[in-house]
């Protein structure tokens, strides 16, 4: 490996990773970097990260992509929120929106609804996206326009902010959902369009130099191929990282116990059944299933814990769910690795996506982690001279977001009011990560803010831990004593103002059915 600047990147492993990073530094560097993304021809996208954060927009318009270019190819549609079915108790639902709380006299609605609410759905009386999925409309009007003036596009934010810079300002009103081995495809198209060098073969053998860099990969086909980056996209083998470099695993299992899923694709009359749009994720006895509604298809899975439930029972449990039609599909089991490695860069290698680290896909983080580890790599691009110091401003980035996720995924469990199971009723026992049973019992006084919340960015605001806290019911939160004495006058305008809103999106928008029928025509 040469001392100049780094100018020729490796991606070992393709999917959703890999062809999302070669895509990213394409966009950002051009010709001025040479990509080569080397991937089996036998290991296929494991696919249980088909739903997103709102901030993925910002990955696709990096690379000037627009919506009615590549969703109609990814089975594409959009998410407004998380619905989690039964968490507290069979029949009740709650969302976790993509909206920001509004606050009336310096309290956020959230405390005026714990005071005085009108009903007794926090999340319909403080935010319009619940009513929408309820309605399952579209957040777009079929002209194309979004949904009104409570929302804006982002239009006046400044181009090539990160997705840490974005928080804080108004959050965008939905996410996607889509096929990953549908995006993975496409993105191949757009990467080997731009220069980057497809090799499909197997990886035989890491070789690395006298100081312990990746100098070559060795392949079955074509041999030696050099680079001045390795990035491991090889998910949770870690060939290059965990295995190679021999840097070890941080496991979260301690805290977070689900480490399998069973996952369906099970082709459905989308028009028939309608398009929810929101991912579901409805609690079992020993873990949850989500439901991510594509056009022509939905894909569902149960993830569970081993200590609880076996791979046989946890599938029959799964098509049971679904029903009849899930009874020729072919299931697909696996094993999940929950934690991150110690380090996501180490010497020339850098991971991304499963290598670098992973938390059960409750709240959809499998893509954000590879967006920000993306965007993150870019930021922290070495130069000739490899900054160390660099490499653990990544590093420490990459961790702070999983950690922090790590801790947002526990108080699901710990505040679930759930308890029929065993499984339930060790949740709320199991040991915390460091701080937040600390956290918790503040959030019992004052709700979630910016000062309380974890301190470091990890793509979660504070509204974020409201809704949890005040959707899964089993952690007692009280409104500031001072609401008590204040004119409520102005929190009940609010609502009023979210209920007329929500009323007329829902006479007025389109289903998301109908949006993407349009999309297509």
Known sequence: MSVKNPDH??????????????????????????????????????????????????FFEFLDLKEDDWMPACNATYKLAVRFQDWRRPGHHFYHPFEQVRSANGFPLAEWWM???????????????ASLCDAGRSPRYLDGSLLGDVFDEGA??????????????????????????????YLTGYSTD?????????????????????????TKEHGAIHGDLFVDCTGFRG???????????????????????????????????????????????????WTIPLFGRIGTGYVYASDYLS?????????????????????????????????SWKNNCVAIGLASGFVEPLESTGIFFIHHAIEQLVRHFPGADWQPKLRDSYNDSVANVMDGVREFLVLHYRGAARDNT????????????????ERVERWKVQLPDSENIFPYYHGLPPVSYMCILLGTGGIEARPS?????????????????????????????????????????
């Open 156 to 185: 006046d934010e400044p181009a090539g902010l990160t997705m840490a810079e974005h928080q804080g300002k108004t959050q965008y009103p939905y996410a996607y959902h889509f096929e990953a081995a549908l995006l993975a495809k």
């Open 194 to 218: 731009r220069g980057v060098r497809h090799v499909i073969d197997e990886v035989q053998e890491v070789k690395l130099d006298e100081r312990g860099w990746i100098d070559h990969i060795v």
């Open 311 to 343: 791979p046989e029972d946890a599938e029959r449990r799964l098509r049971e769910f679904v029903g009849p039609e899930a009874a020729e599909v072919e299931a697909n089991h696996i094993r999940m690795r929950i934690g991150r490695s110690a380090q």
């Open 115 to 129: 005071q005085n609410g009108p009903t007794d759905r926090f999340d319909k009386d403080c935010f319009v996206m």
């Open 9 to 58: 990147v490796v991606i070992v492993g393709g999917g959703t990773a890999g062809w999302m990073t070669a895509s990213y530094l394409k966009a950002a560097f051009g010709d001025r970097l040479s990509v080569t993304l080397v991937e089996s021809g036998r290991i296929g996208t494991i696919g249980v990260g088909e739903a997103t954060f709102s901030d993925i927009r910002h």
């Open 239 to 289: 060939v290059l990282l965990n295995q190679a470099l021999e840097v070890p695993f941080v496991s979260y299992q301690d805290t977070l116990p689900n480490d399998r899923a069973v996952a369906l694709q099970v082709p459905l009359d989308m028009e028939k059944r309608g398009i929810r749009p929101c991912t579901t994720a409805t609690a079992q006895d020993a873990g949850w299933i």
């Open 481 to 521: 004593p001072a609401l008590a004495l204040a004119d409520d006058t102005a929190a009940q305008k609010e609502f009023a103002s979210i209920r007329d809103k929500a009323k007329y999106l829902v006479e007025t928008l389109p289903t998301q059915y109908e949006y993407f029928a349009a999309m297509r025509s």
């Open 422 to 437: 065993q499984y339930w009723k060790d949740a709320k026992t199991r040991q915390m990560p460091d701080a937040l049973a």
